[in-house]
């Protein structure tokens, strides 16, 4: 078997705009500043090196070739490549799945006031192979489409994680929190695409099968110790693990319930604008962390992978 190529750094940016590896730039990232949302299919109101942005988890062959590699021989997915052109997966049973970005959004640290090249520096970090998940996509609602936008979640993965794992543990009760994603996670395609993971058992051990299968055991407590409760991203300290409660808000420190088109608008003042920019912060720095934790983890993954298939210990 060929040696893997997937490097533990690499900007997806790169590829999605056609540019060879280490091109982009935390500079180059600019928000649009005409006030009109580009009519460019995927530029979402951004350039880079002055062209229209591309997000990669819609215009990058090579991010979904390596998301294959890792995945494709796995005997949960059974992975294979629809068609290059949709940038869609396939599993065995035909569910289409496509790429889904986990990291701080762009939109978000935007308006409440993160500097561009602030916004660029994440996106260099965590449009990595850490940052992405797959997802059932079909019509929607999807979980990519429930868990975004201001009447969700705010596109938090800590929140969506914290909902899956409501999910697998049967919770009859609703969370406080938005429920589209809620709702979509017992959608049949959903409901069938988790269960996939735990030989269609619900319960903690099936929660924990989903978190190992997807690497994501940095998000949550402590995986060493049993532990997986949500780690809350916009509550934690540097040094301090914080799991998600429900009396928290979901917008990070919005505790003054600003509706969130105001946010969008601007429509508030500098001090609750403030306190919203530097909570974000805190919650942008605690997930890079983890997006390049969980990228490590993949690597590693990877490496046992070509271990075992060339004949090592």
């Known amino acids: 078997m060929m040696k893997q190529t997937i490097k533990v750094d690499y900007c997806y940016i790169n ?7 280490d091109s982009y730039k935390a500079d180059d990232y600019r928000v649009c500043n005409s006030g009109n949302k580009c009519m460019t299919r995927r530029c979402a109101s951004a350039t880079v090196k002055g062209l229209c942005y591309r997000d990669a ?3 990058s062959n090579r991010l979904y070739r390596d998301l294959l590699q890792i995945w494709s021989k796995d005997e949960i997915l059974k992975l294979h490549i629809e068609n290059s052109a949709k940038f ?6 035909g569910v289409r799945l496509s790429c889904d970005y986990i990291g701080p959004s762009r939109a978000w640290a935007h308006y409440v006031g993160i500097e561009d090249r602030e916004i ?4 260099l970090y965590v449009r990595t192979i850490g940052g992405h998940m797959l997802w059932p996509v079909h019509r929607i609602p999807t979980i990519n489409t429930a868990r975004a936008g201001g009447g969700s979640l705010f596109d938090r993965i800590d929140l969506t994680l914290y909902e899956i794992q409501r999910f697998y543990l049967r919770k009859v009760a609703k969370s406080k ?3 589209s994603l809620w709702n979509t996670l017992h959608n049949d395609i959903e409901k ?10 619900y319960g903690k051990e099936a929660f924990k099968t989903f978190i190992d299968f997807w690497l994501l055991q940095d998000f949550v407590m402590d995986a060493e110790k049993e532990d997986y409760r949500i780690i809350s991203l916009a509550t934690s300290e540097e040094n301090v693990k914080i799991p998600v409660s429900e009396n928290e808000s979901v917008f990070p420190g919005n505790t003054s319930n600003i509706w969130w088109k105001d946010i969008v ?7 609750n604008k403030e306190v919203l920019r530097d909570a974000y912060r805190r919650y942008a720095n605690n997930l890079i962390k983890l997006i390049q934790k969980r990228s490590e983890r993949i690597m590693h993954k990877l490496e046992e992978k070509y271990k075992g298939a060339n004949g090592h210990e």
């Open 265 to 271: 608008s601007g429509n508030i003042n500098e001090n």
């Open 88 to 93: 869609n997966l396939v599993n065995y049973n």
């Open 15 to 21: 590829d999605a705009m056609g540019w060879s590896d």
């Open 177 to 179: 929190f938005p429920q």
């Open 120 to 123: 660029g520096e994440y996106l």
């Open 192 to 201: 069938n695409f988790l269960l996939s993971f735990s030989n269609n058992q």
């Open 57 to 59: 988890d819609g215009c």
